[in-house]
T-cell receptor, first 114, second 113 residues
Framework: DAGVTQSPTHLIKTRGQHVTLRCSPISGHKSVSWYQQVLGQGPQFIFQ???????GRGNFPDRFSARQFPNYSSELNVNALLLGDSALYLCASSTQVGGYNEQFFGPGTRLTVL | AQSVTQPDIHITVSEGASLELRCNYS??????LFWYVQSPGQGLQLLLK??????LVQGIKGFEAEFKRSQSSFNLRKPSVHWSDAAEYFCAVGAPTGNQFYFGTGTSLTVIP
């Protein structure tokens, strides 16, 4: 079975630009979560979506937005990129929402902002 | 506020030695507890999880963890470390209510021959 897939693998942008990251969950999983992992830190929760609705939001500015599509895939959008947005962006899928649900992680998208 | 603390940033052990990675959480109720491992260039892989019941849980790759409510801890252990265990280890908690998931800052494990 295919795991969580993310695209692109790596991305280089300049300050002020916009970026879109994509995630396809495991088949049958209806929830997708996004995390930011800065080098040397643990992943920080950004968003969780379930059935196309936002179900959780971390402490990130409005420059960060996301959406989930009818096929449960998801996009994370970041506007007006800052140097501090350079990080590994992880997508995780689970069958449902709730803190007890095991999350399955993709390999991540490495974003570098110059 | 909810938080997860991993006091050890980096640990070095000899191959074959025992291992214990510490994790403490701060939460009003007993959260759902997880340990994940991240190898270079890889995503996070679940090692084990605790929801309720027996406080000693077994995971994959020979890992186990013990939940101690009185100490708000969920330490990860392995009796004999293999060189392939070198990786970054993250403790995480899932909120009993709401949909937040919190990670610690991680412990980097080096295994020497």
């Amino acid at each position: 079975d295919a795991g969580v897939t993310q695209s692109p693998t790596h991305l280089i942008k300049t300050r002020g630009q916009h970026v879109t990251l994509r995630c396809s969950p495991i088949s049958g999983h209806k929830s997708v979560s996004w995390y930011q992992q800065v080098l040397g830190q643990g992943p920080q929760f950004i968003f969780q979506y379930y059935e196309k609705e936002e179900r959780g939001r971390g402490n990130f500015p409005d420059r960060f937005s996301a959406r989930q599509f009818p096929n449960y895939s998801s996009e994370l959008n970041v506007n007006a990129l800052l140097l501090g947005d350079s990080a590994l962006y992880l997508c995780a899928s689970s069958t449902q929402v709730g803190g007890y649900n095991e999350q399955f992680f993709g390999p991540g998208t490495r974003l570098t902002v110059l | 506020a909810q938080s997860v603390t991993q006091p050890d940033i980096h640990i070095t052990v000899s191959e074959g030695a025992s291992l214990e990675l510490r994790c403490n959480y701060s939460y009003g109720a007993t959260p759902y507890l997880f340990w994940y491992v991240q190898s270079p260039g890889q995503g996070l892989q679940l090692l084990l999880k605790y929801f309720s019941g027996d406080t000693l849980v077994q995971g994959i790759k020979g890992f186990e963890a013990e939940f101690k409510r009185s100490q708000s801890s969920f330490n990860l252990r392995k009796p004999s470390v293999h060189w392939s265990d070198a990786a970054e280890y993250f403790c995480a908690v899932g909120a009993p209510t709401g949909n937040q998931f919190y990670f610690g800052t991680g412990t980097s494990l080096t295994v020497i021959p």
